[in-house]
């Protein structure tokens, strides 16, 4: 499904082509050689450490639209391995987020939704997220973004749909972790992660400590309990935990 995605997103944003120089900086992020590769480079064939480079290195405040979706299939694509183009997962769409919902057609606003459905039930569905370092936290701020671009392309409230319809094992972890693990624990309505803004904060706070929610994930997680002997003694002990945090909400 993924790859059915990303592959129709190199056909819908193919038409895009970048001026040069591209919008980097090559006296010190990348070497105007590495630019010049970059910028004539079949787009599925760029490596993820150049595009990092890309990514992360000193840029004007917004790219200009071509050349942001002439590279942005490729984002997806790495994305979709756990190669995520960046230092920071969060910071992967870093030169997306400038942009508002009017400047993309309704095509492309399809498959950025469609993309970002299909990856984070692949998300849910593995456990721990294959990038050692990440959590299901750092997917949802990555969607998140910190500008109204991403709010409007990738709304958060989809995905905690979806992960409401997702109890699996793996989404069960993933939302033990996001309880116990997601949020600062000396100030509770902050996120741990310092890319995590205060509006997607408030979201998945309200969201966790809603009925709904506490109802729906206590009765997946007691039936997970009685039913799967494979469990570590500290899951166990975690999920037991919060299945009566839940209860007694």
């Known amino acids: 499904m993924l790859k059915e995605i990303t592959d129709k997103s190199y056909e819908i944003f193919g038409r895009y082509n970048p001026a040069r120089p591209l919008d980097i900086c090559t006296e010190c992020c990348m070497t105007p050689e590495d630019e010049s590769r970059l910028a004539s480079m079949r787009v599925q064939d760029i490596p993820a450490q150049l595009l990092s480079e890309y990514n992360d290195g000193a840029k004007p405040l917004k790219t200009s639209v071509e050349e942001t979706k002439h590279f942005l299939p490729r984002y997806l694509e790495l994305i979709s391995l756990y190669q995520f183009p960046t230092h920071s997962a969060e910071l992967s769409f870093s030169r997306v987020i400038p942009f508002d919902e009017n400047e993309w057609t309704e095509t492309e606003t399809g498959i950025l ?5 299909a990856y984070f039930r692949k998300c849910l569905s593995i456990y721990p997220i294959p990038s050692a370092s990440d959590s ?17 392309l990738f709304p958060v409230y989809e995905l905690l ?4 319809a997702e109890a ?4 069960l972890l993933h939302f033990r972790d996001l309880y116990f693990h997601g949020f600062d624990p000396h100030h509770p309505a902050k996120l741990s992660s310092p890319f995590g803004d205060s509006e997607l904060a408030s979201v998945l706070r309200r969201w966790i400590e809603s009925e709904n929610t506490r109802q729906l994930f206590s009765a997946a997680i007691e039936k997970l309990i009685l039913e799967d002997n494979s469990l570590s003694d500290i899951d166990a002990g975690e999920l037991s935990l919060l ?3 839940l209860g007694n909400g």
Do not use: C, P
């Not at 299901?136 to 409007?152: D, K, N, P, V, Y």
């Not at 699996?168 to 989404?171: A, H, I, R, Y």
């Open 168 to 171: 699996t094992n793996e989404s």
């Open 113 to 117: 939704r469609e993309f970002s459905r």
């Open 136 to 152: 299901i936290t750092t997917i949802l701020i990555m969607f998140q973004g910190a500008g109204s671009g991403l709010r409007e």
């Open 161 to 164: 749909e979806i992960w409401e």
């Open 243 to 245: 299945y009566e945090i």
